[in-house]
């Protein structure tokens, strides 16, 4: 069993950054999938960054590439989310989230997939 808990969350004005951090408990094995996702009330969960655990192999959507950067701690089995350059239409909750099946390709796509460990989320607000 894993469990997921996000922080990192604040308020910040455009221009400015926040590193989410994502510990997890439980076993984290190479190849799990991992990734950050986020929701505005009202619209979909859209899937935001996703990395092959141990692996390296990264995805990120279009409108966060060269300002947000996902990394791992193996060591603290912990999962961040640098943020630079924010912009108000990043405001969101911030959700962390892991598969323990599936399979690379999927992993690294636009997919949204499926991910069976959810954390709580992270609230992120980005004044103009």
């Known amino acids: 069993q894993v469990s997921l808990v996000e922080s990192g969350g604040g308020s910040v004005q455009a221009g400015g950054s926040l590193r989410l951090s994502c510990a997890a408990s439980g076993i984290i094995y190479i190849g799990y999938c991992m990734a950050w996702f986020r929701q505005v009330p009202g619209k979909e969960r859209e899937k935001v960054a996703s990395?092959?655990?141990?692996?390296?192999?990264?995805y990120y959507t279009d409108s966060v590439k060269g300002r947000f950067t996902m990394s791992q701690d193996n060591a603290k089995n912990t999962l961040y989310l640098q943020m630079d350059n924010l912009k108000p239409e990043d405001t969101a909750m911030y959700y962390c989230a892991a598969a323990s099946v599936m399979g690379w390709s999927s992993c690294v796509s636009p997919k949204s997939g499926s991910y069976n460990y959810w954390g709580q989320g992270t609230q992120v607000t980005v004044s103009s």
């Open positions: 990395i092959v655990v141990g692996i390296g192999s990264t």
